[in-house]
């Protein structure tokens, strides 16, 4: 076996790219990425813990009432933080679950966090059931 002298060597391992530069240069840019990626991760944990702080809201189908052919009362619970406002979609649906339908309702501020309502839709043809669609605080 024929020994490797220190000059051959070390042109050797500039060839495939073992010089002590580059482990330097390949260690500063991990440092770089791993600094980055810790306060991408640091920044979305803050946000996305804090920005939910408090402003959740929950409504709840409590009935709907068939009025009439083109009428049906839906009562509703919203909770809420105390002093928000919110907007309700309300949907009245057929037999074959077709929204037949629709009203956005304003959901007043509280000094409660919980309260009940009661709406009247107004559908294009008989209804069977009244539901909220969706709710979000405005």
Known sequence: MREVSAPESSRLAARYGRTPEKKRR???IYLVAGAAAAIVVTAWVLW????????????EDKGSTIVNDREVSISFQVSMPVGKTASCA?????EAHGIVGWRI???PASTRYTTSYTHTVLSSEMGVTGL??????T
């Open 26 to 28: 390949d260690r500063l």
């Open 48 to 59: 996305a813990g804090l920005d939910q702080a408090g402003a959740t809201l929950d409504a």
């Open 90 to 94: 309300l949907q009245v649906q057929n």
């Open 105 to 107: 309702v304003s959901v």
């Open 132 to 137: 909220i669609y969706r709710c979000w605080l």
